[in-house]
């Protein structure tokens, strides 16, 4: 049974991933009216397990989820399924509109949205991604220890990914691909023993549903277990295009972000983000703390702001009692 989403709350998370999770319980926790509105679609949807994040290593995406979904219910927080399509400033904060016509109103919002991987147009990354094709050592290296690695580069941090990767395996090829590195680059690979090869790769090969090999654009075949891409990573943050806030390039190059201090404060007052929507590189873990920091920081806001209030109230209480 869907939850009732009533007229208003003191925030409303928009994306219940780790971030929104979080940023959630500690709002809550603060007896704070809370919602948390989740599209069902998580970046790490196709991963068999959550790594590097304390005792929690190998938990399901899902399962996690699930369990942070509980853990905010359990303080008075609702979590609901939906995609929001806008919000907007109003008096008394904003106003959010869901895809299916339910809207609600927040005094804050805190947006954890995360990014979108553009991935390379090779046949065979889409299928295995986030199984045998992968970006980030940390996330899945030790899954692929020892095996034949394949870097395909197509972008500016296709050596340091090798680099990375090399720590695992000692059979690692870089394809240049797209992105031939340099040769200061190009010495570093040869000094680490890993392979520089030339041309494009047309295809990643899979049988009996596992990697298998690279397809060259000349038809040549090369074996590979795993192969290493550098997608694009895009923030998804069009809904904050009508409060004035859009998306930005990340100084690294490697896609867009919404910008944030350090607390998770954006330019647009009453509106934090959290995650990767804002942070490109953050796991798991870090996207979680950053949530809870953003959720306690909205709580510090929302008392500051009553605050205030109250001391208008109490002057003017006091001013009307010495007349």
């Given at each position: ?53 304390l005792a929690r290593d190998g938990m399901p995406p899902a399962e996690l989820v699930a369990r942070g979904r509980d853990e905010v219910r ?107 590195p340099g040769a200061e680059q190009a010495e570093q690979l040869a000094a680490r023993g890993i392979a520089l090869v030339s041309g494009t ?31 694009r990573m895009v923030a998804r943050g069009g809904l904050l295009a009508g409060l004035g806030l859009v998306p930005v390039e990340h100084p ?72």
């Amino acid at each position: 049974m869907t939850e009732e989403i009533l007229d208003g709350y003191d925030a409303v998370v928009i994306g219940g991933g780790a971030a929104g999770l979080n940023g959630a319980l500690m709002l809550a926790r603060s007896r704070r009216s809370v919602l948390v509105v989740d599209a069902g679609a998580p970046r790490n949807a196709p991963a068999d397990g959550v790594h590097g994040l304390l005792a929690r290593d190998g938990m399901p995406p899902a399962e996690l989820v699930a369990r942070g979904r509980d853990e905010v219910r359990g303080y008075g927080g609702q979590v609901v399924p939906g995609e929001v399509r806008a919000v907007a400033r109003d008096e008394s904060g904003f106003t959010v509109e869901l895809a299916d016509g339910r809207v609600t109103a927040a005094r804050r919002l805190l947006v954890t949205t995360g990014l979108v991987d553009e991935l390379p147009e090779i046949p065979g990354v889409r299928e295995r991604w986030g199984r045998d094709v992968l970006h980030c050592p940390y996330c899945h290296g030790w899954e692929v220890r020892d095996k034949a690695i394949g870097i395909i580069a197509t972008g500016p941090n296709a050596v340091h990914q090798a680099l990375l990767f090399r720590q695992l395996s000692a059979d690692v090829t870089v394809f240049a691909h797209t992105a031939p590195p340099g040769a200061e680059q190009a010495e570093q690979l040869a000094a680490r023993g890993i392979a520089l090869v030339s041309g494009t790769v047309a295809e990643v090969v899979v049988t009996d549903d596992r990697i298998t090999g690279v397809r060259l654009g000349d038809g040549t075949v090369l074996a590979r277990e795993a192969i290493v891409v550098g997608p694009r990573m895009v923030a998804r943050g069009g809904l904050l295009a009508g409060l004035g806030l859009v998306p930005v390039e990340h100084p690294s190059g490697l896609g867009e972000t919404v910008p944030a201090d350090a607390f998770g404060r954006t330019e647009v007052p009453g509106v934090w983000v959290a995650g990767n929507v804002t942070d490109l590189s953050a796991q798991v873990g870090a996207a979680a703390a950053a949530g809870a920091m953003a959720g306690a920081q909205i709580n510090a806001d929302l008392v500051m702001a009553e605050t205030q209030a109250a001391v208008e109230l109490h002057r003017a209480e006091a001013a009307a009692a010495a007349r």
